[in-house]
C-alpha cells in the first residue's frame, strides 16, 4: 500500500508541474485578499486602539497565519473529481483495484497542496515585509500543539468536500451546493473575520460546527491565544466531526457507486 | 512462457499466423469450467424524456418523464477459458453495456454473470486484479505526464514484482514498440500510439480475461495489424480469455473463430464465423464480364446487385444451392469473358444477421 501511494505522489507531483499558469493565478488570489481584509481592520483597529480588545498586530499575526493555515486545511475534491462523474471518466479509476478517492485524490489534493505552498512562501514572505507581523506569543509548543488541528482540519475537510463532491452521483448541479458549503465554511470557519468578532450566536454555532477546524482554531492554537480547556473542547469536537464525517463518505460513496452503475457510465 | 517473444516471431511471418489461427476453440467442445457464464442477462435504463420547448423544460422541472430502454435483454451465452470470441451488433446494440456489466462497472437489471467464478458487480479486488477493460479511448492513462509513469503506478496497484513487470515492459515494448513514446506526456501522443500505450497499461497485469471495446478505432491499416497480431499472441501464449467489440470486420476475420451477434439488446447469433454466412445468408455471387456489349438480361440468372465496374464487370447473386447449376447455364448462354464465384463480403452477411 505504501508503495501505491509513493508512486501516486509520483504520478501527481509530476502532474501539478505542468499547472503553471494555475499556480500564478492562485499566488495572487492569495496576495490580494489578504491586503485587503488587512487595509481594512488596520485603519479601523488604529482608528480606535482596538477593536474587541483586537489590536493592528492582532489581525497582522491571524491574517498572515491563516494565509498558511488555510492553506493546508483546504482541498480541492470537487473540482477533481465531480467532472470525473458528471462525465464517466470515473469509470477508469473504477477498474481498479484500489479506493479511487482514498488513493488518488486524496493524493491528487497534498501534492496541490505541497507545490502551491512553495508557491506561497514568497508571497508570505513579502506581506510579513508589508505588514511587519509581531509574532512574539507564538512558541514552539503552540506550532507542536496546532500540528493535530491542521491535521484533523484537513482531514475533516477532505472528506466532507468528498461526501459533497458525491452528490454528483445525483445531481448535476453540484457546483451550486459547492458554493452555499463554501459559504458555511467562511463564515463559521474564521476565515472572513476572527471568530471573536461574530455576533455571540454565530460564534456558539460554530463551537459545534467541524469548519473551526479548519482555520480559527489553530490559528488561535498557533498564536497562543486559546486557554487549554477551549482546546480540549475544539479538539474533541474535531474528532467527532472527524467520525461523523468519514461515516458519511463511506455512505455516500456506496450508495453513489450503486448508482453509478445503475444508471451507466 | 515468454509469450511475447514468439508473438514477434508472429508478427515477422503473417502468413504463419494466419495458419497458426485456430488455436483455442472449444465453444462446441465439452464443457469446462466457463471463463465467461452470462444467463439471462438484462440492463434497463431509465431515461427521462421531454418535449422540446420552454413549458416542457417547465414541466419537466416538476414532473420528469422517465421512457425504459432495453439496453441488452435477457442475453445468454458461455465462453471457454482462452477462447477469443468476436461481439459484434451495430450502434446501441448492446454490447457496450454489457461489456460494463461484464467488467464490473454496471449492475444489471436481471439475470446473472460469473467471470473466473467471481460476480463481476460485487467488484471484488481479486477479480478486478485479474481482469482489464480496454475501451477506445478512456483513459487508464494520465493525460498530463508520460505513459511511462502510469505504467509504474500500475505496477504499484496492481502489485506487480519488479522482476515480472519489467519483463512484461519487455515483451510489450518488443510487440508494440513503444520505447520511442513512453517518455511523451500522452497528451502529445498521435491517436495509435496513445492505444498502444492503453493496451500496454492494460496489460501489464497479464489479466486472464480480457474485454476489449474496439480496441483498433481510429487507427491506421498497419496499426489495427500490428494490434491485431499481438492480441492473437497474447490469447494463444496466455491462454486468456478475450472478449472483443469491432467495426472493422478484418479484427474480428483475423482474430476470432466465434461470433456473438447482438441487435436491440438481445442475442442474434451465436456460433462460427464460418457457419454464419452458410446460416445467415446462403448465397454466393457471381461475378462476371462479358466478352461482347449484349443486351442479356442477367436478372433471369439470380438477382443483379448495384454496381459493377468500369470493366463491364456486374455482380449476381444466387443462392448457394443452386450455384453450380446457373454457373453452367450462363456459360452455356452468354458471351462470358470472366467469371469467378465469390463469397460475399462478411460485412453484408452480418448486415444481413442484424436484420433477421
New interface residues.
Given amino acids: 500500500m505504501l508503495?501505491?501511494y509513493?508512486?501516486?505522489w509520483?504520478?501527481n507531483w509530476?502532474?501539478q508541474w505542468?499547472y503553471r499558469a494555475n499556480l500564478l493565478m492562485y499566488l495572487l488570489y492569495w496576495l490580494v485578499s489578504p491586503v485587503v481584509y488587512l487595509a481594512v481592520w488596520i485603519t479601523v483597529a488604529n482608528s480606535q486602539g482596538s477593536v474587541n480588545g483586537l489590536t493592528a498586530n492582532d489581525f497582522v499575526t491571524y491574517y498572515l497565519t491563516l494565509l498558511i493555515v488555510v492553506q493546508l486545511t483546504s482541498d480541492i475534491t470537487i473540482h477533481l473529481l465531480a467532472s470525473k462523474i458528471q462525465d464517466?471518466?470515473l469509470?477508469?479509476d473504477?477498474?481498479?483495484?484500489?479506493h479511487p478517492i482514498l488513493t488518488n485524490i486524496l493524493v491528487n489534493n497534498i501534492a496541490f497542496k505541497a507545490l502551491t505552498f512553495i508557491g506561497l512562501i514568497p508571497v508570505w514572505l513579502v506581506l510579513c515585509a508589508l505588514f511587519h507581523p509581531n509574532y512574539s506569543s507564538v512558541t514552539g509548543s503552540s506550532l507542536l500543539l496546532a500540528i493535530p488541528a491542521i491535521l484533523l482540519g484537513f482531514s475533516i475537510g477532505f472528506l466532507l468536500g468528498a461526501t459533497l463532491t458525491c452528490l454528483a452521483f445525483w445531481t448535476t448541479r453540484v457546483y451550486a451546493i459547492g458554493e452555499f458549503y463554501t459559504a458555511l465554511v467562511i463564515l463559521f470557519s474564521g476565515q472572513f473575520v476572527p471568530l471573536q468578532l461574530m455576533p455571540p450566536t454565530i460564534q456558539r454555532l460554530a463551537e459545534f460546527l467541524p469548519f473551526q477546524m479548519f482555520c480559527y482554531v489553530p490559528i488561535e492554537i498557533i498564536l497562543n491565544q486559546m486557554p487549554p480547556e477551549v482546546m480540549l473542547r475544539n479538539y474533541a469536537v474535531g474528532v467527532v466531526w472527524l467520525v461523523i464525517s468519514m461515516f458519511l463518505f463511506k455512505w455516500v460513496w456506496r450508495e453513489g457507486v450503486?448508482r453509478f452503475?445503475?444508471?451507466?457510465? | 512462457m515468454d509469450f511475447f517473444q514468439s508473438g514477434r516471431m508472429v508478427l515477422e511471418s503473417t502468413s504463419r499466423l494466419m495458419i497458426n489461427l485456430p488455436v483455442y476453440s472449444c465453444y462446441n467442445a465439452n464443457r469446462m469450467t466457463d471463463a465467461i457464464l452470462v444467463e439471462k442477462l438484462s440492463k434497463t435504463y431509465q431515461v427521462p424524456e421531454r418535449e422540446g420547448g420552454f413549458g416542457a423544460a417547465v414541466g419537466g422541472f416538476f414532473h420528469r418523464k422517465y421512457t425504459d430502454v432495453n439496453a441488452v435483454q435477457q442475453v445468454s451465452f458461455t465462453i471457454q477459458p482462452g477462447e477469443m470470441v468476436g461481439f459484434l451488433g451495430p450502434n446501441g446494440a448492446g454490447k457496450t453495456t454489457t461489456l460494463k456489466m461484464l467488467s464490473g462497472l454496471l449492475h444489471p437489471t436481471g439475470g446473472r454473470a460469473h467471470v473466473l467464478g467471481f460476480t463481476p458487480w460485487d467488484r471484488k479486488r481479486e477479480y478486478l486484479q485479474t481482469m482489464t477493460l480496454v475501451m477506445g479511448q478512456r483513459s487508464r492513462l494520465s493525460w498530463d505526464i508520460p505513459a511511462a509513469d502510469s505504467f509504474l503506478l500500475n505496477q504499484a496497484i496492481y502489485r506487480i514484482s519488479d522482476a515480472d513487470y519489467q519483463r512484461t515492459l519487455k515483451e510489450l515494448d518488443d510487440l508494440l514498440e513503444l520505447s520511442p513514446i513512453l517518455r511523451k506526456p500522452v497528451r502529445n501522443l498521435s491517436l495509435g500510439e496513445r492505444m498502444k500505450c492503453e493496451l500496454a497499461a492494460g496489460l501489464l497485469h497479464r489479466p486472464k480475461v480480457l474485454f476489449l471495446d474496439e480496441p483498433t478505432i481510429g487507427l491506421d491499416i498497419t496499426a489495427q495489424a500490428r494490434i491485431r497480431t499481438f492480441l492473437e499472441a497474447y490469447n494463444r501464449h496466455t491462454g486468456a480469455t478475450i472478449l472483443l467489440t469491432s467495426h472493422y470486420m478484418a479484427d474480428v476475420t483475423a482474430l476470432c473463430e466465434r461470433v456473438i451477434i447482438i441487435h436491440h439488446g438481445q442475442l442474434k447469433y451465436d456460433g462460427g464465423l464460418t457457419d454464419l454466412s452458410r446460416r445467415v445468408a446462403p448465397f454466393k455471387l457471381i461475378a462476371v464480364t462479358l466478352g461482347d456489349p449484349c443486351p442479356c438480361d442477367l436478372s433471369a440468372y439470380g438477382t443483379l446487385l448495384p454496381g459493377g465496374d468500369e470493366d463491364g464487370k456486374q455482380l449476381i447473386q444466387v443462392s448457394a444451392r443452386d450455384v453450380a447449376a446457373i454457373t453452367a447455364r450462363m456459360l452455356a448462354e452468354l458471351p462470358i469473358h470472366d467469371l469467378t464465384i465469390e463469397d460475399p463480403p462478411i460485412e453484408d452477411v452480418i448486415e444481413q444477421a442484424f436484420q433477421g
Fill in positions: 508503495q501505491i509513493r508512486r501516486l509520483q504520478v509530476a502532474e505542468q464517466g471518466t469509470s477508469g473504477l477498474l481498479r483495484p484500489i450503486k452503475s445503475a444508471v451507466g457510465a
